[in-house]
Structures are given as C-alpha cells and as structure tokens.
C-alpha cells in the first residue's frame, strides 16, 4: 500500500490526462502516488478535468474529491502547484492569469531544471491538428476511445479470470497501428519544433496519453502519458535528472524508472 511506503522528495512532478469525469479512469491509484511524492512543483499538464464528459452526464465520485483536497493540501503546505489546461478542460482557459486557491491556471511556462536546463511545459493540443481544425473530428476520436476503454474491461475480466496481466486495446494500438504511429511521431516533431522556437531544451507535454522521454529529434521530449490506463508521471530529482514512473509497476513489483540517457531506457 501506499501509506506504508516512505514519501519521496522530489524536485517537481508533472502529471496530465487525469480526465475526472471519465468513468474508467485510475484515480485511486493517482491519490496513492500523490500521497506517496512529495514536490517542491507540480504541474498539472492539462486534461486533469474532462469538460466534455462532465457536460454530457454529471460524474463526480467521492474519491474525486479526496483528490482534490489533496493537491489543495500540498499547495497550502508550500507545494507550487500550476495547472496548465488542456483541450478537455479548455473552458479553464478563460481563467489564465488567476487563482484556484492556491494554484496557479496559467497556459504555457518555462521550467528551470536544479542543472540549470529549460524546459518549455505546455499540453500539447495547441500543436495537434485535428483538435484545433476539426474539433468534431476530436470528438468522434474521443468517443472511439471511450469505446476501445470499454473493451478493455471486458477483455481484461476474462484475462483477470484467466490469471493473465492487464492488456489495453488502446494502448497496443498506438503501438501498432501505422496511423496511429505516425500521429505520435509528428505531433513529437511539432512539440520539439515548438521547444526549439522558444529556445529551451526540452519540452515536457501531455495529450495524446502515451508516455515517453528520449532525445531522438534532438532535444529532449518528454511526455508524461495518463491515468487513464498508464499511470505514469514524470518527476525531477533534487540532482535534475527527470524519470518517467510506471506507478502500478512500483506498486506490484520493483520500481521501473525511465531515465533519459541517449534515449535508451534504464
């Protein structure tokens, strides 16, 4: 359990695509990797709500809650904490510049890394065509999604009775499907394009809920994926090295970090 474990410092935390409001999502398991971190920073990359899902059909389970009084508690504790919306939770945009509490709303920053590197942090749907040119496509992708993510529960009770390890349909097409990697790999290049425009060193984004961090277009790209189904976050060390977590690995087994070394994975 996470109680038990001892509470990790680190430097900054970024997490992103929570999507409160989706029915299958991973809530529970974030609240245990908060409860287990500690930050001087957390970013919030945007899709933490899911607006579109909210204005459909109001759901608003009491564990949501319990997450938000915990960010609201590390944020009166000290804890800097920007949230930086994105396309799901856009109607926050009309916000930017103001105050949650204690959290700032804000759409775009520089994070300055303990080694003194730069980091442009935004979500990333600024940079995704279809969402900013066709948002009914958006939409229609949206629901698909929602659809492989029921399937995935079916699929993964009769694994679950099976004794086999859980198996996302969305995920392995991401892996797979040609499309679907060439999706990834151009919004990559925009991302870094961006990053290179503004004369950082990296950028770190959310979005398109698939977690990497590697160096191959020539800066650092780093993306902090979902929890959704991934349940994956980025953190940077006090020394700055920035990892990529797999939170449901650390739980059943030896922790799996991801560091970034000539984009080879440790």
Known sequence: MAEDREVRRVRALFISD?????????????????RAHDADTIYLVGDILDGWRLAKAWHWPVEYNVLVQLLLDK?????????LPGNHDEFLRE???TYFGEI????????????GRTYLVIHGDQFDVVVMNAKWLAHVGDWAYNAALRVNIAINWVRRRLGLQYWSLSAWAKQKVKNAVS???RFEEALVHEAKESGVDGVICGHIHFADIHDRLGIEYINTG???????????TPEGAFELIKWTEMVVGEPRRFRLRK???Q
């Open 18 to 34: 929570v999507h409160l409001g989706m029915k299958p999502i991973r809530v529970g398991q974030l609240i245990e990797f908060l």
């Open 263 to 265: 984009g080879v994975e």
């Open 75 to 83: 944020a009166n504790a000290g804890t800097r904490i920007v949230y």
């Open 183 to 185: 999706v990834i790999g």
């Open 95 to 97: 916000y930017l510049g």
């Open 104 to 115: 700032e709303i804000i759409d775009r920053t520089i994070h300055t890394s303990a080694t």
């Open 226 to 236: 979902d929890w959704v189904e991934s349940c994956t976050a980025i953190v940077e």
